[in-house]
């Protein structure tokens, strides 16, 4: 299968890294990576592009995206468009209901699928399946260390450095919650487009000094019987926001589409 990768950084350098680890013998070749300038991807050993119909030349099967919302926005559709099914790290981005539906369009006019990875989160298998038997709520909550909460709405709702207590600042919707914390949504929206959607999908925001670190809590209720799960991540030593799983997670999604058994 032929990968191409748009976004060099703390995410998508270790695919690269692991898709050219890999090679050929596994059935993956990485074919070029899109960068916005052509020294992020020095050292690459495939051809670095800096124009998204330069890295479509280049006859991908696959695009993931891992390089902002933004980039889902400007080029997910071309990717399509190009007969490459397309990998969306940035799934916050589909909380644009505008932008989902016009993926979803392309994706069927052009007989192509969008794929999301379980990125952060865990248990999302249980959930879909549960989904289909009869999901009746599904809560969300997001624990990180207040300092975690500064630069976000967060900071207007609480004195970040007195919280002493876990407090909840947020309460709402998972489609709310990425309006006002656009740089927290990529959980909440995973989890609510595999469930009951993002108007459905109840989140909660906590300031925890307790927490250790990326701290994600699952609460679901079905007809199958109900989920309580919570997920500790430790953070990328190139960037504290994202998880030190999310890259590996991108990865599992890929390798399961060249994969003889699959799960
Ligand atoms: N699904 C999840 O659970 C999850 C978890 C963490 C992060 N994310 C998302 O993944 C994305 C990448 O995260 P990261 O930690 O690697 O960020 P990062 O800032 O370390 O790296 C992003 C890279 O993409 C590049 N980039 C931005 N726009 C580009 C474009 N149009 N074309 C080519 N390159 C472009 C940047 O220059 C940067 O090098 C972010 O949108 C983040 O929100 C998702």
């Avoid at 799960?229 to 390798?255: C, E, F, G, H």
Wanted: with cysteine; net charge negative.
């Amino acid at each position: 299968m032929r990968v191409a990768l748009i976004g060099h950084g703390a995410i998508g350098r270790v695919i690269a890294a692991e898709l050219l680890a890999l090679g050929p013998a596994a059935g993956v070749e990485l074919v070029g990576v899109l960068c916005r300038h052509a020294e992020e991807g020095a050292g690459l050993a495939v051809p670095v592009l800096t124009e998204i119909e330069a890295l479509l030349a280049l006859g991908p099967q696959l695009v993931v995206e891992a390089a902002g919302h933004e980039a889902v926005r400007s080029h997910g559709e071309a990717c399509l468009e190009a007969g490459a099914d397309l990998l969306i790290v940035s799934v916050g981005a589909l909380s644009d209901a505008a932008l989902l539906e016009a993926l979803q369009r392309k994706a069927g006019a052009e007989g192509r699928q969008v794929l999301l990875p379980s990125g952060a989160l865990a248990g999302l298998d249980w959930l879909q399946a549960a989904r289909l038997a009869g999901l009746d709520s599904v809560c969300y909550r997001s624990r990180k260390p207040p300092q975690a909460w500064r630069d976000t709405p967060a900071e207007a709702l609480l004195d970040l450095a007195a919280v002493r207590e876990p407090a909840v600042f947020f309460r709402g919707t998972a489609r709310e919650a990425a309006r006002q914390y656009p740089k927290n949504a990529n959980v909440a929206a995973t989890l609510a487009l595999c469930t009951l959607g993002l108007d459905q999908t109840r989140v909660e925001l906590i300031a925890d000094p307790q927490a250790s670190g990326n701290v994600h809590e699952i609460e679901a209720q079905s007809r199958v019987g109900r989920i309580s799960l919570q997920v500790q991540n430790l953070p990328s030593p190139d960037n504290p926001k994202t998880s030190l799983v999310t890259p590996y997670s991108a990865l599992r999604t890929i390798m399961a589409r060249c994969a003889a058994v699959s799960v």
